[in-house]
């Protein structure tokens, strides 16, 4: 599918989104420490924004199957969906060594619980109830032991048949890695080129946006917490713009993207940012790749760039023994509901439009309650009786993993 992208960048100094923080190529020389272990790991923070801008309730793992059968999962001993503010989608940890080394890795998900996972790993809990997450003091764990990473060695992962944005994450320069399982007391080994995890949580979020009542999005950071790095993007039916700032300020304001800037592509302008964190540029290649059909889809987004702070705060993460250096740079993206989807899905709903509701996919919960709360008492009993239809609409396909 194609898109055509404009776009409008805003710049308060000349050398934003350089790729200062990592090197301009790579090789495996380049970005191996001659003397020691270099861990980079890159992750998202994804969650939808009430009109206050706080983040809202929704449901995360409401969606299709979008990871292979050989990752792990997590017991769900729910009936129905689990709500939660946050998807913590996709984090993987990679590790650069001159030579063969072994670690044991471990993070906690505080407010959070840890739901898929590759390769084999302790986890705790084990199963997730309707309450786990109504639970503050909640913290969820993964523990890798005796990760083996290999450089040099041959890369033999495991693919399934058919595409998966899951392979984008493996094409870096970074070790492979080797951990070992078992099966029914039967002792064997997994190989990858990361440690992936993926979860839920409930934690408070380092920035809030708003739409105001001219259309421009308000952005503020928390606790103390600078706007920082961020970009808004919009894609209306298939036309698609981005405006993108640096600030040390706790409170800016965006324009909605209209101008064009030929030349100019969102994804580069992100893997610009990323690299500026921290990132190489493959692995910032593999990161926007892997996110491009999900962030880029129908709708208004921002995205920023998480505070390293709030990061370590949200995932404590320990590594024994401990690297030369560590790099960790997750992208916040937060889903705003304008009052023109608003508008669009209630129209929808009520002439029980398929093609329109599928669009907005898993964020269609939040945005039928903002339909709802926004309608007259008759529009409300309407829409009730086709709301079962809109949310069949979007419910994933059953998997079919045995």
Same mark, same amino acid.
């Given at each position: 599918?194609r898109?055509?992208?404009?776009?409008?960048?805003?710049?308060?100094?000349?050398?934003?989104?350089?790729?200062?923080?990592?090197?301009?190529?790579?090789?495996?020389?380049?970005?191996?420490?001659?003397? $020691?272990?270099?861990?980079?790991? &890159?992750?998202?923070f994804?969650?939808?924004?009430?009109?206050?801008?706080?983040?809202v309730?929704?449901?995360?793992?409401? $969606?299709?199957?979008d990871?292979p059968?050989?990752?792990d999962?997590?017991?769900? =001993?729910?009936? $129905?969906?689990?709500?939660?503010?946050?998807? +913590?989608?996709?984090?993987?940890?990679?590790?650069?060594?001159?030579?063969e080394?072994?670690?044991?890795?471990?993070?906690?998900?505080?407010?959070?619980?840890?739901?898929e996972?590759y390769?084999h790993?302790d986890?705790?809990?084990t199963?997730?109830?309707?309450?786990?997450?109504r639970?503050?003091?909640?913290?969820?764990?993964?523990? &890798? =032991?005796?990760?083996?990473?290999m450089? %040099?060695?041959? !890369?033999?992962?495991?693919?399934?048949?058919?595409? =998966?944005h899951?392979?984008a994450?493996?094409?870096?320069?970074?070790?492979p890695?080797?951990?070992?399982?078992k099966f029914? =007391?039967a002792?064997?080994?997994?190989r990858? #080129?990361?440690?992936?995890?993926r $979860?839920?949580?409930?934690?408070?979020?380092?920035?809030?946006?708003?739409i105001?009542a001219?259309?421009?999005?308000?952005v503020e950071?928390? #606790?103390?917490?600078?706007?920082?790095?961020? +970009?808004?993007?919009e894609?209306?039916?298939?036309?698609t713009?981005?405006?993108?700032?640096?600030?040390?300020?706790?409170t800016?304001?965006?324009? %909605?993207?209209?101008?064009?800037?030929?030349?100019?592509?969102?994804?580069?302008?992100?893997?610009? +940012?990323?690299?500026?964190?921290?990132l190489?540029p493959?692995e910032?290649?593999? +990161?926007?790749?892997? &996110?491009?059909?999900? &962030?880029?889809? !129908?709708?208004? %987004?921002?995205?920023?760039?998480?505070p390293r702070?709030?990061?370590?705060?949200?995932?404590?993460?320990?590594?024994?023994?401990?690297?030369?250096?560590?790099?960790?740079?997750?992208?916040?993206?937060?889903?705003?509901?304008?009052p023109?989807?608003?508008?669009?899905?209630?129209?929808?709903?009520?002439r029980?439009?398929?093609?329109t509701?599928v #669009?907005?996919?898993?964020?269609?919960?939040?945005?039928?309650?903002?339909v709802?709360?926004?309608?007259?008492?008759?529009?409300?009993?309407?829409?009730?009786?086709?709301?079962?239809?809109?949310?069949?609409?979007?419910?994933?396909?059953?998997?079919?993993?045995?």
């Open positions: 599918m898109h055509r992208f404009t776009s409008v960048v805003i710049l308060l100094a000349a050398s934003l989104f350089v790729s200062a923080g990592g090197p301009s190529s790579l090789s495996a020389s380049l970005v191996t420490d001659p003397t $020691g272990l270099v861990v980079h790991e &890159w992750g998202t994804t969650s939808v924004a009430a009109e206050d801008g706080a983040a309730e929704w449901v995360p793992q409401q $969606g299709p199957r990871l059968c050989f990752v999962r997590v017991l769900f =001993n729910i009936k $129905g969906w689990l709500p939660a503010r946050v998807r +913590m989608e996709t984090p993987v940890l990679y590790f650069y060594s001159p030579e080394r072994t670690v044991d890795v471990r993070v906690r998900f505080r407010q959070g619980v840890v739901t996972w390769p790993a986890v705790t809990p199963r997730i109830e309707t309450t786990t997450l639970n503050p003091a909640v913290e969820g764990t993964i523990a &890798w =032991n005796q990760v083996r990473i450089p %040099r060695t041959a !890369e033999d992962y495991p693919v399934e048949s058919g595409a =998966n899951y392979y994450a493996r094409k870096t320069d970074a070790s890695l080797e951990v070992r399982t029914r =007391n002792v064997g080994t997994e990858e #080129k990361f440690l992936f995890y $979860g839920i949580g409930n934690f408070d979020l380092p920035l809030a946006a708003t105001s001219d259309g421009r999005v308000v950071g928390s #606790k103390g917490h600078p706007v920082g790095d961020v +970009m808004l993007f894609n209306k039916g298939g036309a713009g981005y405006q993108a700032l640096r600030t040390a300020a706790q800016v304001t965006l324009e %909605r993207p209209a101008a064009a800037r030929r030349g100019t592509s969102v994804q580069a302008a992100l893997e610009r +940012m990323l690299v500026a964190q921290g190489y493959k910032a290649a593999a +990161m926007v790749e892997t &996110w491009r059909d999900s &962030w880029f889809e !129908e709708g208004l %987004r921002l995205f920023y760039i998480v702070g709030a990061i370590d705060d949200i995932l404590p993460l320990e590594i024994d023994p401990a690297p030369a250096s560590v790099a960790r740079v997750f992208v916040g993206r937060i889903e705003l509901i304008t023109s989807v608003v508008s669009e899905v209630k129209d929808a709903v009520l029980r439009d398929r093609a509701i #669009k907005y996919g898993r964020f269609l919960r939040p945005i039928i309650a903002r709802v709360a926004s309608s007259t008492a008759a529009e409300a009993v309407a829409l009730e009786r086709n709301l079962s239809f809109a949310y069949g609409s979007v419910s994933p396909p059953p998997g079919v993993c045995r």
